[in-house]
């Protein structure tokens, strides 16, 4: 309360360094809830931006299983069939699916032949093999998508382990 009194004063008298300070302070009080506030808006205005992005991803996650259905049936498809007008309706739908999926943002998560990254597949089973180096995915038991730069499902794969008889070599 006295220094609000001698504040006072002080502006009543034409200031003096103390009137000029709580000047200073009270601009970088206002700079600091200036700066505050900016930050705000771009924070909602980012999440109102990534909620828009991924309105669809729950919808596009349920239709994956559409498009493995897809996939699982075309290849099991004899190749007596497949000059039928029929087979290339259903071609012709599958390609339209996948399709309108990637212009909503969806991407397969490539993974044969690359070193197993677990932020984008699931390891499902191990081979052992001294083909390649440890920790290459050897195959791909389901395909992982991403929708933008999110996975909405990791890819189900199988991975190179180091033979037993070779690892326990390199221990001794």
């Known amino acids: 309360?006295?220094?609000e009194m001698t504040t006072r004063d002080d502006l009543k008298n034409g200031g003096d360094d103390t009137s000029a300070q709580a000047a200073a302070e009270h601009l970088r009080d206002l700079q600091r809830l200036?700066?505050?506030?900016s930050n705000y808006r771009k924070r909602a205005d980012a999440e109102k931006t990534d909620v828009?992005?991924?309105?669809?991803?729950?919808?596009i996650r349920r239709l994956l299983t559409v498009l493995d259905s897809f996939d699982r049936a075309l290849e099991q498809l004899p190749p007596e069939l497949q000059r039928f007008s029929w087979v290339e309706g259903i071609w012709l739908v599958e390609r339209q699916l996948r399709a309108i999926l990637e212009q909503e943002g969806l991407v397969p998560i490539a993974t044969t032949g690359r070193q197993f990254d677990p932020f984008e597949m699931e390891a499902v089973m191990y081979d052992e093999t001294d083909e390649v180096p440890e920790g290459t995915v050897l195959g791909e038991l389901q395909k992982g998508y991403k929708l933008h730069d999110r996975v909405i499902r990791p890819a189900l794969v199988k991975v190179a382990k180091a033979p037993q008889a070779v690892a326990r070599e390199a221990k001794e």
């Open 52 to 59: 828009v992005r991924y309105a669809n991803a729950d919808l």
């Open 1 to 3: 309360m006295n220094d």
């Open 34 to 37: 200036a700066a505050e506030f």
